[in-house]
């Protein structure tokens, strides 16, 4: 099994920055691809970006200049550096990983991002 524990989430004003970061613990050689996924009140969960263990990216076409996800393997942790934030970023952010892209077996628990205007 693989575990998933996720920090750096919070409130901010609109234009600000968050950091979040995701540490996997447990079965960690299950874990090709790790990434993160959004879900907001009323919505359905959405892929915000996702990181290969050699680094290839994937991101939605609509936080591409805003939002960077990177990794430290050594560490088995992945960031997501969000700037400019806007008030339609606003909700639970899903640490996930899995063998490859769109194969996600592991969840973290979410960390809530609020950001107000």
């Known amino acids: 099994q693989v575990q998933l524990v996720e920090s750096g989430g919070g409130s901010v004003q609109a234009g600000g920055s968050l950091r979040l970061s995701c540490a996997a613990s447990?079965?960690?050689?299950?874990?090709?691809?790790m990434g993160w996924y959004r879900q907001a009140p009323g919505k359905q969960r959405e892929l915000v970006a996702a990181?290969?263990?050699?680094?290839?990216?994937n991101y939605v076409d609509s936080l591409k200049g805003r939002f960077t996800i990177s990794n430290d393997n050594a560490k088995n942790t992945v960031y997501l550096q969000m700037n400019s934030l806007k008030p339609e970023d606003t909700a639970v952010y899903y640490c996930?990983?899995?063998?490859?892209?769109?194969?996600?077996?592991?969840w973290g628990q979410g960390t809530q991002v609020t950001v107000s205007s």
């Open positions: 447990g079965s960690t050689f299950r874990i090709n691809v």
């Open positions: 990181i290969s263990n050699g680094g290839s990216t």
């Open positions: 996930t990983a899995g063998r490859s892209w769109n194969d996600y077996d592991y």
